[in-house]
Structure formats: C-alpha cells, structure tokens
C-alpha cells in the first residue's frame, strides 16, 4: 500500500509537515507497514520562501556523469550565487540544506570539480585553521546565455513634431479685434 493513497491526498499533504515520529504513527495507525520504507519517506518537506533558481541549462541537467546529489547541490549554488561573485560557505551548510552528510557534500564537490562545474578552495585563518570553502561556478556551463533587452534609445529614430500651431502662423484669417489693439499700439509707440 503506497504511502499518499493510505490516508488520502489532504491528509498526506498535512502529514508532511510533521516530525518523522508523527508521520510513522499516523501510517502505522492506517495499516501501513513503515518499517521496511526508507527513511526519507518520512523527512520534513522543506519550507518555501519564495526562493527560487535561475534558468539552468539541458545539458547541465542531461550530464550522466555527474551523481544525482550532484546535480541538485549545483542547481541550489546556482541560486544562490545570483550574479555570479564567488560564494563563502562551509561544507556543513551545504550539508544541512542538502540533508546529506558533510562527507557526502565533500563527494559531490569532488564530483562537479572534476567535471569543470565549479572550482573550490578552502578559507583559513591567521592559524591556518579551515574557516569555509570558496566556490567559483563555471557559469557558462550552468546557465544559459539570455538574451539582454536593449534599453530603449535616449533619441528616437526619428524628428519628433514641434509643438508650434500652424493655423495661426500660417492663417489667412484676420482677427479685426487683434488687428484694433496692434493699431493702437503703432501709435502711442510712433511706428505709425
């Protein structure tokens, strides 16, 4: 009997949320047989907080030779390092985002190092002491070359029309009231 048809849809979707104690008790409590399922069937979904990754590309994804676990830590790097800087981080917080072992993480860095995904070294301090990893991504390798949208022209191509009104300026039409007031004008002036 599958874990999700056990309890339904709704439930399973609110078990996932539960420690891994409460969800075995709940299956147990439905008949399911929990012992002889993996571990991982009763992790804690992660939270989503609106973070998300890049465009990736196919055959990045496509790569064979890369583990699994691999793949997955280089998509979540990918995300993480935005513009491309250089990431400062420990094998232990890739170890706890990725819920594997720090030795495992270690596995998968040798991995993508030796495909030409990503080259790391170690940060130390004044005693020598390793402080954390610095990851530089191959982002030619990882992302797709978007096309950038050209900024909109400072001057159009073309002449812009003047805001000058040409019925006045070119009008044939006399304004008798006009024509007094300019008269009036030429002689207290002494034009006229």
Excluded at 95 to 101: G, I, V
Excluded at 123 to 135: D, E, W
Excluded at 177 to 188: G, P, Q, S
Aim: aromatic share 8%; glycine share 8%.
């Amino acid at each position: 009997m599958q874990l999700g048809h056990a309890l339904g849809p709704i439930s399973h979707s609110i078990l996932v949320r539960q420690s891994a104690e409460n969800q075995r008790m709940a299956y147990t409590a439905f008949g399911a047989n929990t012992t002889t399922l993996p571990r991982r069937y009763f992790l804690e979904r992660p939270e989503d907080n609106g973070t998300y990754v890049l465009p990736i590309k196919q055959s990045f994804v496509k790569d064979a030779r890369l583990m699994p676990g691999t793949r997955i830590m280089l998509a979540l790097l990918t995300g993480w390092a935005g513009t491309g800087k250089p990431l400062q981080l420990t094998q232990g917080t890739l170890a706890k985002h990725l819920r594997r072992s720090v030795r495992q993480v270690y596995r998968y860095l040798k991995d993508a190092a030796r495909e030409g995904y990503l080259r790391y070294a170690y940060t130390k301090n004044r005693l020598g002491m390793i402080t954390g990893l610095q990851i530089y991504l191959s982002f030619d390798l990882l992302r797709p070359t978007l096309k950038k949208r050209r900024p909109k022209p400072a001057k159009p191509d073309r002449t812009q029309v003047s805001d000058t009104n040409t019925l006045i300026k070119d009008s044939s039409y006399k304004d008798p009231e006009l024509d007094a007031v300019l008269a009036r004008f030429e002689k207290t002036a002494g034009f006229g």
